[in-house]
């Protein structure tokens, strides 16, 4: 029995709508990983003490665990102090964080690079600290990351897979719901996977024209 | 008891490291429209002070006075950095590595800091862009980024970004030591042309003919004091002090 994808148009739209909900995942927590990744990155290096500490034991338990259960934990471990996330939100904002936190090592160590002269040259015009962090340091910081931070989001967008587990339809849970109906499982993962690959695709493109709009800044 | 104070007045300034003092006791006043130098060999401390004056390298004794202000003052951690931004904000400072933004053009290198902190519009920062890149000879790269433009070209942008602020002083630090010797002309020219429109400087420098040429005063430091100072026809010409020869000697001699 050899591959038959004659079934396909009959149920490409299960499986493109669950392609929205893989980009639409993908895209707001990859966001929230950048925009967190940053806020993560300043707590880390500059907040008082009683700041830092419980941050790190929160930052740890994003790297060192799976993000599986922490998926399991916003989903339904938040349900029982009251807050009842819908599947959507509760991936995305697992994913996000998840993201944030190796996103905020990067970022850390491309904040610490910047050459210290650059601090100076704005403390010495009057900026405060924050203000320096905020608008010289930082993005100088941030385009030092560009390429390692994609590299995260493509991590990112494989682990959305993950947010199926928690009944969010995206594109492997479709994929496999079809299944469930055809009973034709290479056809359809395959199917999956080319939507991946050109979801990946359409990633690296962002990132070239990122990293070339940036590169005669540096 | 009379305290009048100059325009920049340092009072027994002390730094050490640890066991290692890097200024010991110095004193110096510059008046308004003053032009002073500071030479000397490296590690004699001159960019210490220098930086003493800002604030960059805090002092760990002695006073700074600007303008009849008290710029290193004991205030508690919040007001002092409050304080210290304001006084900053006054005192223009150009550095060795010319330390641009590099991810801004020049015109962004200049307009920043006006339109956060003075509150600029966006217009009226263009155009003071365009004004102080032009008075240092830059305005058509106005919309360069500093990859694009030559060490000297950058420190002339640099100096642009300082006087945006409309300083009361300017400070500095070997602004073309980093430069090849064909574009140390080019900021040495900015330089004295800031020198006829009477803004007053602080330059710490390696280079005794152009101190001599524009300074009023000239310092001479060595290891954490001044070891001479005078006009720089006296200094230059006549110095007194051996150590102040034996620098001038040895400087003469790695010119050749």
Partial sequence: ?218 | MTDEKSFVEIRHAQKAFGKLEVLKDISLSVDKGQIVGIIGSSGSGKSTLLRAINDLDPLTGGEVWLDGVEVNQKLPHRQYEKHINQMRQQVGMVFQHFNLFPHMTARENVTMAPMLLKGLSKDEANTLAEEQLDNVGMLERIDYYPSQLSGGQKQRVAIARALAMKPKLMLFDEATSALDPELVEEVNQVMRKLAEQHMTMIIVTHEMDFAASVCDRVLFMDQGVVVEEGPPSMLFKNPTQPRTREFLRKHLENAK
Avoid at chain 1, 194 to 203: D, Q, R
């Fill in chain 1, 1 to 218: 029995m050899g591959l038959d994808f004659s079934m396909v148009p009959k149920y490409l739209d299960i499986i493109l709508l669950g392609c929205a909900y893989t980009i639409g995942i993908t895209v707001a927590a990859a966001i929230l990983s950048f925009f967190g990744g940053i806020v993560f990155a300043v707590i880390a290096l500059y907040a008082p003490w009683v700041i830092r500490q419980p941050f790190r034991l929160v930052a740890w338990i994003f790297m060192g665990t799976p993000l599986l259960l922490q998926l399991f934990l916003i989903y339904f471990g938040l349900v029982q102090v009251g807050i009842d996330l819908p599947a959507v939100v509760a991936g995305i904002i697992g994913l996000g964080l998840h993201f944030a936190v190796y996103n905020s090592e990067l970022i850390q160590t491309a904040i610490l690079s910047v050459d210290k002269g650059q601090m100076e040259a704005a403390r010495t015009l009057g900026l405060s600290r924050g203000e320096a962090l905020r608008k010289v340091v930082i993005p100088q910081a941030v385009r030092d990351v560009i390429p390692p931070i994609s590299n995260n989001m493509i991590a990112l967008l494989k682990d959305s897979a993950l947010v199926s587990v928690i009944g969010v339809s995206e594109l492997t849970l479709s994929a496999q719901r079809v299944i469930g109906k055809t009973y034709r499982p290479f056809e359809f993962y395959l199917l999956a996977a080319a939507f991946y690959y050109v979801i990946n695709l359409a990633m690296e493109w962002v990132q070239r024209k990122i990293e070339r709009r940036i590169s005669i800044s540096r």
